[in-house]
């Protein structure tokens, strides 16, 4: 890297330090840090669309600079981060700190630093306009981190304002290694309902940790079914589709017989494989088999279950417009595929070609003193040169077939 640093190293450190300065944790409104971006961008003369949930407190942000033409290049991050507790940081987690090449605070890497080199070059793209032989579009996201509630949105609010890109750009950190596919994830949250009352009689009691314990090893069962058919060839480690229960929480006491249990789980399945499936002998087990007993004994009984999200696999295409540039312009390294998910296939469902790529290290997410060097913000703003000089140096090229 050059010495002292890529020229507009200083300018993305202020743009991080202002959007870390928001407290733009998953779920809550985001007015505040969308209505900041917009402003940045209003300042350069770009063009803005907000898309509202239905709360009308939480927003997508997409902006375009060059042509309003089919096609086209987008670059996107999510606005949310995850909470940040008190212990472990060496000061306030939403004030950047800067030590010794390091920028520290909630959202440094996981991704509001990616936002602020795409926020410090977006000047240099707008100067050059005219010349982009495509558009470049931004996409801001919320609620990524909790089932990238925001990105879902995207293909419709794209299709409405009738915006086309070809490939996409997910900026997560990757230590600037590319990656092309990820399994999808269904969170899920079960509780149980039985019936309290004393331990020394038991008669008169449905014990909700009882059957939590069936359920429970119903999903381990399940679980271990899948680990005995891996995919042949399959990218992932491990190469099937897994299934895992978090916590277990329920019960009041000792000598009473629990009333109540929740547990938290979770379906990770390999792209091609349908989560839904998985899901649905689960379901299954418990309407056919586990809830009746449990009525058996007191039809007040009940057994519910929600979806907190469902993320689809990003499946990795071959070939990829998306990869070659990202040959082209920083790492001939074939992409890799990861376990953990992304926006990313709700921009494949929109019709793009996505590889998810950008600076800073993934050891460094969602942890306590969050931080991204100096070094991968230069990284960074050294790709976002490279793809300016390439869209707008009329050497774009399009995959054949
Ligand atoms: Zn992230």
Same mark, same amino acid.
């Given at each position: 890297m050059?010495?002292?640093?890529?020229?507009?190293?200083?300018?993305?450190?202020?743009?991080?330090?202002?959007?870390?300065?928001f407290?733009?944790?998953?779920?809550?409104?985001?007015?505040?840090?969308?209505?900041?971006?917009e402003?940045?961008?209003?300042?350069?003369?770009?063009?803005?669309?907000?898309?509202?949930?239905?709360?009308?407190?939480?927003f997508n942000?997409?902006?375009?600079?060059?042509p309003?033409?089919?096609?086209?290049?987008?670059?996107?991050?999510?606005l949310?981060?995850?909470?940040?507790?008190?212990?472990?940081?060496?000061?306030?987690?939403?004030?950047?700190?800067?030590?010794?090449?390091r920028?520290?605070?909630?959202?440094?890497?996981?991704?509001?630093?990616?936002l602020?080199?795409?926020?410090?070059?977006?000047?240099?793209?707008q100067?050059?306009?005219?010349?982009?032989?495509e558009?470049l579009?931004? /996409?801001f996201?919320?609620?990524?981190?909790? +089932?990238s509630?925001? !990105?879902?949105?995207m293909? #419709?609010? %794209?299709? *409405?304002?009738?915006?086309t890109?070809r490939?996409?750009i997910?900026?997560?950190?990757?230590?600037?290694?590319?990656?092309?596919?990820?399994k999808?994830?269904?969170?899920l949250?079960?509780?149980?309902?039985?019936? /309290?009352?004393?331990?020394s009689?038991?008669? +008169?009691?449905v014990n !909700?940790?009882?059957?939590? #314990?069936? %359920?429970? *090893?119903?999903?381990?069962?399940?679980?271990?079914?899948?680990?005995?058919?891996p995919?042949?060839d399959?990218?992932?480690?491990?190469?099937?589709?897994?299934?895992?229960?978090g916590?277990?929480?329920?019960?009041?006491a000792?000598?009473?017989?629990?009333?109540?249990?929740?547990?938290?789980?979770?379906?990770?399945?390999?792209?091609?494989?349908?989560?839904?499936?998985l899901?649905?002998?689960?379901?299954?087990?418990?309407?056919?088999?586990?809830?009746?007993a449990?009525?058996?004994?007191?039809?007040?009984?009940?057994?519910?279950?929600?979806?907190?999200?469902?993320?689809?696999?990003l499946?990795?295409?071959?070939?990829?417009?998306?990869?070659?540039?990202?040959?082209?312009?920083?790492?001939?390294?074939?992409?890799?595929?990861?376990?953990?998910?992304t926006?990313?296939?709700?921009?494949?469902?929109?019709?793009?070609?996505?590889?998810?790529?950008?600076?800073?290290?993934?050891?460094?997410?969602?942890?306590?003193?969050?931080?991204?060097?100096?070094a991968?913000?230069?990284e960074?703003?050294t790709?976002?040169?490279?793809?300016?000089?390439?869209?707008t140096?009329?050497?774009?090229q399009?995959?054949?077939?």
């Amino acid at each position: 890297m050059m010495a002292g640093g890529h020229p507009r190293r200083e300018a993305a450190i202020a743009l991080l330090a202002d959007l870390v300065s928001f407290h733009s944790i998953s779920l809550q409104p985001n007015d505040d840090i969308v209505s900041h971006i917009e402003s940045c961008l209003a300042a350069l003369g770009v063009e803005t669309w907000r898309d509202a949930h239905e709360d009308g407190a939480r927003f997508n942000l997409l902006a375009r600079i060059g042509p309003a033409a089919p096609g086209g290049v987008l670059l996107s991050g999510h606005l949310d981060v995850v909470p940040a507790a008190a212990e472990g940081w060496g000061g306030d987690p939403f004030t950047l700190r800067r030590e010794t090449g390091r920028l520290i605070g909630r959202g440094a890497v996981d991704m509001k630093g990616f936002l602020a080199m795409v926020l410090a070059m977006a000047p240099a793209f707008q100067e050059r306009a005219e010349q982009l032989a495509e558009p470049l579009y931004l /996409a801001f996201t919320f609620d990524e981190e909790i +089932g990238s509630f925001g !990105a879902e949105r995207m293909p #419709a609010f %794209l299709a *409405a304002n009738g915006v086309t890109p070809r490939l996409a750009i997910v900026g997560e950190p990757t230590g600037m290694n590319p990656f092309n596919g990820h399994k999808g994830m269904i969170e899920l949250v079960t509780h149980i309902r039985g019936v /309290a009352g004393h331990a020394s009689r038991p008669a +008169g009691g449905v014990n !909700a940790i009882y059957a939590a #314990a069936r %359920l429970i *090893a119903f999903i381990e069962d399940l679980a271990a079914e899948c680990a005995t058919s891996p995919q042949a060839d399959s990218p992932f480690d491990p190469p099937f589709s897994t299934l895992s229960v978090g916590t277990v929480t329920g019960g009041e006491a000792r000598n009473i017989i629990a009333g109540e249990c929740r547990i938290d789980w979770e379906i990770r399945a390999l792209p091609g494989q349908d989560p839904h499936q998985l899901y649905n002998r689960v379901m299954a087990f418990i309407d056919s088999d586990l809830l009746p007993a449990m009525k058996a004994g007191d039809p007040a009984c009940e057994i519910a279950t929600q979806m907190l999200s469902d993320v689809p696999p990003l499946v990795a295409q071959t070939p990829s417009a998306a990869a070659e540039l990202v040959g082209r312009l920083w790492t001939n390294e074939a992409p890799q595929v990861v376990s953990f998910g992304t926006d990313g296939p709700y921009f494949q469902q929109a019709g793009m070609d996505v590889i998810v790529i950008g600076p800073g290290g993934m050891a460094q997410m969602h942890q306590p003193e969050e931080f991204i060097t100096e070094a991968a913000i230069d990284e960074g703003l050294t790709f976002l040169d490279r793809l300016l000089a390439e869209m707008t140096g009329g050497t774009m090229q399009e995959v054949s077939g």
